[in-house]
């Protein structure tokens, strides 16, 4: 068949645009964060919208189709600016990242 059908939120067929999905899945990801960035949250309530909002979005999209690594990078600044509040980030990412009982918070 040449048409594309949508199964549990995955996109199933051929000639399926995945530049166009994951470009609007971002858009919607930065809409929402852009909706919390008004609000004054502590960064561990900005974590756990990262973790339960920005992960939870993606995660399962990415565990079956994958991501581009152009995408990836958007997303992955689309989260560390938002966590920052769009400000030079106070530790480095690498640390960030680390398991918790290393000194880390977030794993992106």
């Known amino acids: 068949t040449t048409n594309c059908i949508k199964a549990l939120g ?23 964060l852009n909706m919390w960035n008004s609000r004054d949250l502590t960064f561990e309530g900005r974590i756990l919208l990262i973790k339960s909002l920005g992960y939870s979005v993606t995660a399962y999209q990415i565990e079956h ?24 980030p106070l530790i480095k990412r690498e640390n960030a990242i680390k398991p918790k009982h290393e000194g880390g918070q977030l794993a992106l």
């Open 65 to 88: 189709v994958g991501i581009e690594n152009t995408f990836k990078e958007k997303l992955k600044k689309l989260l560390w600016n938002f966590l920052w509040k769009n400000k030079p």
């Open 10 to 32: 995955i996109w199933h067929g051929y000639n399926i645009d995945f530049n166009k999905i994951w470009t609007e899945k971002i858009e919607r990801i930065e809409k929402t």
